[in-house]
Nanobody, 120 residues
C-alpha cells in the first residue's frame, strides 16, 4: 500500500508564499512522474506542475515564473514552492505520483488534498 501525505496548505494574502510538501511511503520500487494538481470550487481539476524522475518540469501557464516544483528521489518527496500568490490560485491542491509498486506495474496515487486560500 502506497500513501501520499501532503502538508503546507493554508491561508495567505495576495503576493505571499506557501510551500507544499508531499511524501510518498509504502511499497515503492520507484516513482516516475510526480505532480501537483488543483481544483477550485465548481471547477475541473487541473495540472499545476509536473516533475519527472529525471527532474524535467512542466508548469501551467498561469503559474510559470511563480511556482517551482522539486523532488527528492531518496526521500520520495515532492514540493511546490508557490510565490507571488494570487486569489485565482485558491483551491484544493493534490499531490499525484506514478508509483512502481512491483516489476512493470505502475499505479497512479493521489494525496488527500490540502486547501490553499489566497485572500486579503
Amino acid at each position: 500500500q502506497v500513501q501520499l501525505v501532503e502538508s503546507g496548505g493554508g491561508l495567505v494574502q495576495p503576493g505571499g508564499s506557501l510551500r507544499l510538501s508531499c511524501a510518498a511511503s509504502g511499497s515503492i520500487i520507484s516513482i516516475n512522474d510526480m505532480g501537483w494538481y488543483r481544483q477550485a470550487p465548481g471547477k475541473e481539476r487541473e495540472l499545476v506542475a509536473l516533475i519527472t524522475s529525471g527532474g524535467s518540469t512542466n508548469y501551467a501557464d498561469s503559474v510559470k515564473g511563480r511556482f517551482t516544483i522539486s523532488r527528492d528521489n531518496v526521500k520520495n518527496t515532492v514540493n511546490l514552492q508557490m510565490n507571488i500568490l494570487k486569489p485565482e490560485d485558491t483551491g484544493v491542491y493534490y499531490c499525484n505520483a506514478h508509483v512502481v509498486v512491483t516489476v512493470r506495474i505502475q499505479y497512479d496515487y493521489w494525496g488527500q488534498g490540502t486547501q490553499v486560500t489566497v485572500s486579503s
